[in-house]
């Protein structure tokens, strides 16, 4: 397999995430963001640190347990019943470029171990390359079809985001459009 140049270059993160806001959860409400699931529901949640505008939204938080321990960082979206999308539980990970970059190589590899070709000219003609949760950007998925690939974003945090989820796809993939 012939993989594009950058393809496998670590990327490192800045030292110290900085999330826009906390947000505290209920007593009790914690337990199954501490299993990883990685949606945050609006009734699960006491209140967000400061109180959130609409600038906030799609903007990165910290979700913390009721008694303010760090529990995970994701995307926050006021307007969605899914109040967070989570995405590490890593509290020195942060939610930037490197993190798009190795989650999409990471399924792109995955994909390759089970048989797709999808870095090489003989890339399948269509194929779920992205499946949004199931490869840890929840809110994204990335299907391929022949020399073309289309994104799907299906929150408001990856819609923000899609200039640089395109550059990464395009540099990864090196696809027609």
Do not use: C
């Not at 020195?92 to 470029?97: A, H, K, P, R, T």
């Amino acid at each position: 397999m012939t993989r594009p140049p950058g393809f496998d270059e670590a990327v490192e993160s800045p030292s110290a995430p900085v999330a826009a806001a906390r947000v505290r959860l209920r007593p009790r409400k914690a337990l199954p963001f501490y299993g990883r699931h990685p949606w945050v529901l609006e009734s699960a949640i006491a209140r967000v640190e400061p109180t959130p505008d609409e600038s906030l939204d799609g903007a990165v938080v910290d979700l913390v347990n009721d008694k303010g321990q760090f529990i995970a960082r994701g995307f926050y979206n006021g307007n969605s019943r899914i109040r967070v999308r989570l995405l590490t539980w890593d509290e020195s990970e942060g939610i930037d470029e490197s993190l798009f970059r190795r989650r999409i190589a990471q399924a792109i590899l995955l994909r390759e171990q089970i048989g797709y070709e999808v870095v090489s000219e003989r890339a399948m003609s269509a194929s779920r390359l992205f499946f949004s949760e199931s490869d840890g950007l929840s809110g994204l998925i990335v299907d391929r079809y022949g020399e073309y690939l289309v994104l799907q974003p299906t929150s408001l945090a990856m819609a923000q985001r899609l200039e640089m989820i395109q550059a990464i796809l395009f540099d990864l993939l090196r696809p027609r459009g």
